[in-house]
């Protein structure tokens, strides 16, 4: 989740919203965000959503098979 946390914290600062707005904006805590932006969260993926959301980006889903 670093990689994700990363993506919003970017994007966050591109649109110069602070930690507190976005958390605002999407309805969550901000400790949440704080641990989203760290790396250190493994939101649930109605949470994730409302943040992509906020920041006006999307989610791509790549499902890849595998040989069991």
Excluded: C, H, Y
């Amino acid at each position: 989740m670093e990689r994700f946390g990363n993506i919003i914290k970017e994007r966050r600062k591109e649109l110069s919203i602070t930690q507190r707005e976005l958390a605002a904006l999407a309805g969550i805590g901000i400790n949440t965000l704080t641990k989203i932006e760290r790396g250190e969260a493994n939101p649930s993926l109605k949470i994730v959503l409302r943040v992509l959301d906020t920041l006006g980006l999307e989610m791509n889903i790549k499902i890849k098979s595998m040989n069991l």
